[in-house]
C-alpha cells in the first residue's frame, strides 16, 4: 500500500512538473515538438506504414504461417521460439522499432505464440532498420558511410546474442512441437491453405482493416515520438540531464570512455536520434568510443521505443519487464561486439587507405544510396503522410464514427 501510495505521488509530481516547464519553456517545447513531428512524417511514417500494411496481408492469407512452418527446424533449437518467429526477426530488421512488438502482439492474438515464446521472441525482433543506421547515424551525423558497417553488426549481431540468451528464459516451461525438427514442404503448404480459408474477410475488408489497424499504430508511435523529444529537451533545459551525466560520468571513467560522452549518452537513453547527433558532435573524441556509445543507444532503443513497445504490449498479456532487460543486455552486448570488431574491421579495411580489392566483396558496394533513400523520405515523406491520413479518414467515414 505504502508502494503503491508512493508511486502515486511520484507520477502526480512529474506529470505536473512537466506541465510547469511546458509553460516556462514555451519555445523550447514547440520548438523540440516540431523536431518530433518532422522525422515522425517525414521519415518514420512512409517508410514503416507499407511494412504494416503488407505484414498484415501477409499474416491474412496464411504466408506467415507457412514462413513459420518451413523455419521451425531453425527457430526452435536457436530461440525456442515457432517458426513464425523468422518471420517476425526479419520484418524486424528490414522495417525497424516496433514492427517486431506489433507483429509479437499480433501473433500472440492469434493463439501461434505462447505468452513466454512472445516474450522471448519480442525481446530480440526490434531492432533499428538499416535506414536509420546508414542513412541517418552513419551518413547524416558522423558523415562517414562504412561506420554503418560496424554499427549494423554490433547491433544486429548483439539482437542474435540477445535472442541466444532468452531461450533460457522461461525454462520451466514445456515447449509444445519441438520435437517437429523435419522440414515440410507439404506440412507448410497445408498450413498456408488452411489459413486462407479460415480467413472468412473478402480482399478489399482485409486491405481496408490493414490499413486502418496500420496508421492507427503510426499514430500512436508518431505521438510518443514528439512527447519524448519534448522531455528530452526539458530535462536538458532542467539540467536534470546534466545530473544523471555526472554519475555515468563516474562509470565512464571506470570503463576508460571520456566524460565527454555521458550528456549524450544519457540524451539517447530517452531518444535514439538526439543522442545520437549529439554523440557525433563531440569533439577530440576517439570515434571507436564514439561508435561504442552509439551502438549501446541504438540496442538500449530509448525510452521513447520502450514506451511505444510497452503500449503495444499492453493490449496482450506479453510482460514488459522481460523486453526491458533484453534491451539492457543488447546495448552492452552491441557495444562490445563494436569494440571487438573495430581493429579487425574498420581499422584494417576502412582506416589506413587501403585499396578496394582488401575490402570483403559484402562491403563493395556504394553506400551512397542510403543518403538518397534518406532525403527521398524527407522529400517525398510528408506529402504520403498527408495522403494516407485523409484516405485513413476517409475509410473512418465509409465505416461510421463511433458514437
Not at 19 to 47: D, H, K, T, Y
Not at 292 to 307: C, D, T
Request: positive net charge; contains cysteine; hydrophobic residues 50%.
Amino acid at each position: 500500500m505504502i508502494f503503491s501510495k508512493m508511486k502515486t505521488v511520484l507520477l502526480a509530481a512529474s506529470i505536473t512538473i512537466m506541465a510547469i516547464s511546458m509553460i516556462s519553456f514555451p519555445q523550447e517545447s514547440f520548438e523540440a515538438s516540431i523536431r518530433g513531428l518532422n522525422m515522425w512524417w517525414e521519415i518514420v511514417f512512409p517508410s514503416l506504414l507499407p511494412f504494416f500494411i503488407v505484414s498484415e496481408m501477409l499474416i491474412g492469407f496464411g504466408v506467415v504461417k507457412f514462413i513459420g512452418v518451413l523455419l521451425e527446424p531453425l527457430m526452435r533449437p536457436l530461440f525456442r521460439v515457432p517458426g513464425v518467429g523468422g518471420f517476425v526477426w526479419a520484418m524486424g530488421m528490414a522495417t525497424g522499432f516496433p514492427s517486431g512488438a506489433n507483429l509479437t502482439a499480433r501473433l500472440r492474438k492469434e493463439g501461434q505464440l505462447t505468452r513466454i515464446e512472445a516474450e522471448r521472441l519480442v525481446s530480440f525482433t526490434n531492432s533499428s532498420n538499416p535506414l536509420f543506421i546508414f542513412g541517418a547515424v552513419s551518413v547524416g551525423f558522423f558523415y562517414n558511410p562504412n561506420l554503418g558497417i560496424i554499427l549494423a553488426l554490433s547491433h544486429y549481431l548483439g539482437n542474435f546474442t540477445v535472442g541466444l540468451i532468452m531461450r533460457f528464459y522461461g525454462k520451466q516451461e514445456k515447449t509444445k512441437g519441438s520435437r517437429k525438427n523435419k522440414l515440410s514442404i507439404r506440412a507448410a503448404f497445408s498450413a498456408l491453405h488452411q489459413t486462407r480459408i479460415n480467413e472468412k474477410r473478402p480482399i478489399g475488408k482485409l486491405l481496408g482493416d490493414a490499413v486502418v489497424s496500420s496508421v492507427q499504430t503510426l499514430l500512436m508511435i508518431g505521438g510518443f515520438i514528439i512527447l519524448f523529444s519534448v522531455v528530452n529537451k526539458l530535462l536538458f533545459l532542467l539540467h536534470i540531464t546534466s545530473f544523471f551525466a555526472w554519475l555515468v560520468s563516474a562509470f565512464f571513467h571506470i570503463i576508460q570512455l571520456p566524460d565527454a560522452l555521458s550528456i549524450p549518452f544519457i540524451a539517447g537513453i530517452f531518444e535514439i536520434t538526439l543522442g545520437s547527433q549529439m554523440t557525433s558532435q563531440v569533439q577530440n573524441t576517439d570515434l571507436m568510443h564514439q561508435t561504442m556509445a552509439v551502438s549501446f543507444i541504438l540496442g538500449f532503443s530509448g525510452f521513447s521505443v520502450q514506451a511505444q513497445v510497452a503500449s503495444i504490449l499492453a493490449n496482450t498479456d506479453i510482460r514488459f519487464k522481460p523486453f526491458f532487460a533484453a534491451r539492457i543486455m543488447h546495448g552492452f552486448s552491441a557495444a562490445l561486439i563494436a569494440m571487438i570488431l573495430w581493429n579487425p574491421l574498420y581499422e584494417k579495411f576502412f582506416n589506413h587507405g587501403k585499396p578496394s580489392n582488401a575490402i570483403p566483396v559484402f562491403m563493395q558496394q556504394d553506400f551512397e544510396w542510403w543518403e538518397r533513400a534518406l532525403r527521398t523520405c524527407i522529400q517525398y515523406g510528408p506529402l504520403m503522410t498527408i495522403a494516407v491520413l485523409i484516405f485513413y479518414i476517409g475509410l473512418l467515414f465509409k465505416k461510421g464514427l463511433p458514437h
